[in-house]
């Protein structure tokens, strides 16, 4: 096994894990910095596990939080998961594109990338300098994810957790 295979799947294994989390407790008695801060991580580890056999450098790919937008504009070749979603190459990239913003509002949840800005950990200042706490925030992201696009978006990152192997290997 090569090193980036070992770190693909060690990856891919926490990504697994923190969805597994996430899908336990996506439930409105949990509060939404939690649930969201779960499935943020679990799109960045399944971003990396895929980015991890490309072009990028490891070092590049561990030292980063974006990664869930890139492995969606990377995932769409695979013609596995063309041929797993029964769409051409260019549905595909049409049906992602409307996804994206929705993915990149996921990304950006992760502490480093929101900068002083709402994410699902640590608190920040809002505009006129008050301190707000994570668990006191309602993450407009919530509602966004009811959507049709939002459901959708979960409905695939489920899938390709799942069948990543059949997927992208």
Same mark, same amino acid.
């Given at each position: 096994?090569?090193? +980036?295979?070992?770190?693909? &799947?060690? $990856?891919?294994?926490? @990504?697994?894990?923190?969805?597994?989390?996430?899908? #336990?407790?996506?439930?409105?008695?949990?509060? *939404?910095?939690? #649930?969201?801060? $779960? +499935?943020?991580? @679990?799109? %960045?580890?399944?971003?990396?596990? &895929? +980015? /991890?056999?490309?072009?990028?450098?490891? %070092?590049?790919?561990?030292?980063?939080?974006?990664? $869930? /937008?890139?492995?969606?504009? /990377?995932?769409?070749?695979?013609? =596995?998961?063309?041929?797993?979603?029964? *769409?051409?190459?260019? !549905? /595909?990239?049409?049906?992602? =594109?409307?996804?994206?913003?929705?993915?990149?509002?996921?990304?950006?949840?992760?502490?480093?990338?929101? !900068?002083?800005?709402?994410?699902? %950990?640590?608190?920040?200042?809002?505009?006129?300098?008050?301190?707000?706490?994570?668990?006191?925030?309602?993450?407009?992201? *919530?509602?966004? +994810?009811?959507?049709?696009?939002?459901? !959708?978006?979960?409905?695939?990152?489920?899938?390709?957790?799942?069948?990543? %192997?059949? &997927?992208? $290997?």
């Amino acid at each position: 096994m090569t090193n +980036l295979h070992a770190w693909q &799947l060690a $990856f891919l294994k926490q @990504a697994r894990a923190d969805w597994e989390t996430y899908q #336990r407790i996506d439930d409105p008695t949990w509060p *939404m910095c939690h #649930r969201l801060h $779960f +499935l943020q991580m @679990a799109t %960045e580890k399944l971003g990396k596990a &895929l +980015l /991890v056999t490309g072009d990028m450098p490891l %070092e590049r790919i561990t030292h980063t939080h974006a990664a $869930f /937008v890139k492995f969606l504009r /990377v995932a769409l070749n695979s013609h =596995n998961l063309q041929n797993g979603l029964r *769409m051409t190459y260019s !549905q /595909v990239r049409a049906h992602f =594109n409307r996804l994206l913003p929705i993915a990149g509002e996921i990304e950006m949840l992760a502490p480093t990338l929101a !900068q002083d800005g709402p994410n699902p %950990e640590y608190p920040w200042p809002d505009r006129a300098g008050q301190i707000l706490a994570p668990i006191d925030y309602s993450f407009p992201l *919530m509602k966004r +994810l009811k959507s049709p696009q939002g459901a !959708q978006l979960l409905r695939h990152l489920g899938y390709f957790i799942a069948e990543f %192997e059949k &997927l992208f $290997f």
